[in-house]
Nanobody, 128 residues
Framework: QVQVVESGGGSVQPGGSLRLSCSASGRTLNTFNAFAMGWFRQAPGKEREFVAT???????LYYADSVKGRFTISKENSNTVALQMNNLKPEDTAVYYC???????????????????WGQGTHVTVSS
């Protein structure tokens, strides 16, 4: 079993920055086959959407087009990932969820149902 806990989030004006962090615990993550950790978000009245993910093996990074060039996902240590969000826009307002999964193939990395473990979510509000 894997437990996922997010931190960070908050309110910021357009153009500002925020940093989210996510830690996974419960087992030695490097023993997992095709392990990945990433971020999804859900805005009010909308479906949950993919933001970014990192595949542990090879440190491959994947981003949604809407955040590419503004957001950066990184591995901080053996069980923690961070999401640095710069040049935030009002449309980035959402609840951000960290997710972890095993056995993910490349074609499934952007699909929320492929991830087995989820955090509680953290609010990000971008408003002037």
């Amino acid at each position: 079993q894997v437990q996922v806990v997010e931190s960070g989030g908050g309110s910021v004006q357009p153009g500002g920055s925020l940093r989210l962090s996510c830690s996974a615990s419960g087992r030695t993550l490097n023993t997992f086959n095709a392990f990945a950790m990433g971020w999804f978000r859900q805005a009010p009245g909308k479906e949950r959407e993919f933001v970014a993910t990192i595949k542990w093996s090879g440190n491959r990074l994947y981003y949604a087009d809407s955040v590419k060039g503004r957001f950066t996902i990184s591995k901080e240590n053996s069980n923690t990932v961070a999401l640095q969000m710069n040049n935030l826009k009002p449309e980035d307002t959402a609840v951000y969820y960290c997710a972890a999964g095993m056995g993910l193939i490349t074609s499934s990395l952007r699909t929320d149902t492929a991830y087995s473990y989820w955090g509680q979510g953290t609010h990000v509000t971008v408003s002037s």
